[in-house]
């Protein structure tokens, strides 16, 4: 089984699930280490007399940020198969405020919870008994009471990546992040510093080297340039070539709502106005290419025209992306996705293969389908929202 990272296999997704274990320990024992166990050494961040949250955590986001497009950009990872939490920008800010709340209250959050859990703290029972407890209230109540499933869902739903939003190259802006964060280190210590003097510092607190701060934020920078000018991919010199994708795959895809997948719509007629939800229509040929080359690699490019004889990019479009075309372009979509199936098989799998199907073209078209006992994908939202989100931890 072939994972986001290359080529890293398993020999089950049971397997690959124990791993989880080994990362969780490591996790957690970094943590402790690093004093966030102690509730204290939480709730001096708040009182600015320990600034060591603030420079951990932003330390392990410029490693992972800078490690991970590094290794997109150089082709070890499939960017494609990374899940990223979809924005739901007013239930967020909500949840994000409570959050902090219960964070300065406990000098807690989710994850360190448990690790003072474990270390033997009782603050961190309660903390973690309190947030069991909130999940379970949420959970029953989302339905009963007025307006907060309304908050809950309200947002686009759509996957939003801080790069993809200032239209740069993510290591561009991971660039802009470590070098912010070496003034961020400088300001921090200085704080500390004006606030130590009054009040005595948390125990495992670390002693201030702003040359090893330094000499680390240079070799993000430094790793973060390399990949940049070493992995960036060029234009194709030649066609690209293209691997076809049955309709009910890329169905299948957009329901789940999978990440990193653009659909360009390749139809010659303009006046068409019907499509696949979310493809991108674009004038020319030249405007395709410059936004693709604008596209974050390793990301899932779906094309179709209207009879599926698009199967290789012309010369000009940019390496790094995972090219596709839809099997049939439009008619393959309408026969096989907007078309409720009629033939029913004698095996079970076969009328399960059937229903599913149907319950596809209702999704997309709209149509009522007779309820079975195949699950049916979930309800449409507007502007691509696909029933309620996924809860999200803190740290």
Avoid at 34 to 40: E, I, K, L, S, V
Avoid at 276 to 304: K, N, Q
Wanted: net charge negative.
């Amino acid at each position: 089984m072939t994972s986001a990272l290359f080529p890293l296999e398993f020999a089950s997704d049971d397997f690959r699930l124990l791993t989880g274990l080994f990362i969780g320990f490591g996790f957690g024992f970094v943590l402790e280490r690093a004093g966030f166990g102690n509730a204290r050494k939480l709730a001096a961040q708040f009182y600015l007399n320990d600034m060591t949250v603030f420079k951990v955590m932003f330390t392990a986001i410029l490693v992972a940020m800078v490690g991970l497009y590094g290794l997109a950009s150089l082709g070890f990872v499939d960017m494609a198969m990374m899940w990223v939490n979809p924005t739901f920008i007013p239930a967020q800010a909500v949840g994000g405020f409570l959050l902090g709340v219960g964070f300065i209250m406990s000098g807690l959050c989710p994850g360190t919870s448990v690790v003072s859990m474990v270390s033997g703290r009782i603050d961190g029972w309660v903390t973690f008994v309190g947030i069991f407890l909130g999940i379970a209230l949420f959970t029953f109540t989302v339905d009963w009471v007025p307006g907060l499933q309304a908050l809950y869902l309200a947002g686009s739903g759509e996957v939003s990546l801080l790069h993809e939003v200032f239209g740069i190259p993510a290591l561009v802006l991971a660039l802009i992040m470590v070098a912010g964060a070496v003034l961020a280190f400088v300001g921090a210590e200085k704080v500390e510093a004006v606030f130590q003097a009054k009040t005595k510092p948390v125990e495992l607190t670390p002693p201030n080297r702003p040359r090893l701060k330094l000499a680390m934020g240079g070799s993000l920078a430094a790793l973060a340039i390399v990949t940049l000018t070493a992995g960036s991919p060029g234009p194709s010199t030649g066609p690209v070539a293209m691997t076809s994708m049955a309709p009910l795959v890329l169905a299948e895809k957009l329901i789940e709502r999978e990440p990193g997948i653009l659909i360009l719509d390749l139809r010659s007629d303009p006046d068409s106005e019907r499509g696949i939800p979310g493809a991108v229509r674009l004038g020319d040929s030249e405007a395709r290419a410059e936004y693709l080359r604008r596209t974050p690699e390793g990301t899932l490019v779906v094309t179709f025209d209207e009879s599926g004889r698009f199967t290789e990019g012309p010369a000009g479009w940019p390496e790094g992306l995972d090219y596709r075309f839809l099997a049939g372009g439009w008619d393959g979509w309408a026969e096989d996705v907007l078309t409720p199936a009629s033939a029913w098989g004698n095996s079970l799998a076969e009328r399960d293969r059937v229903q599913r199907q149907n319950q596809i073209s209702a999704f997309f078209s709209g149509a009522a389908v007779q309820n079975f006992s195949v699950a049916a994908p979930p309800p449409m939202m507007p502007a691509g929202g696909s029933g309620k989100k996924p809860k999200a931890g803190g740290c």
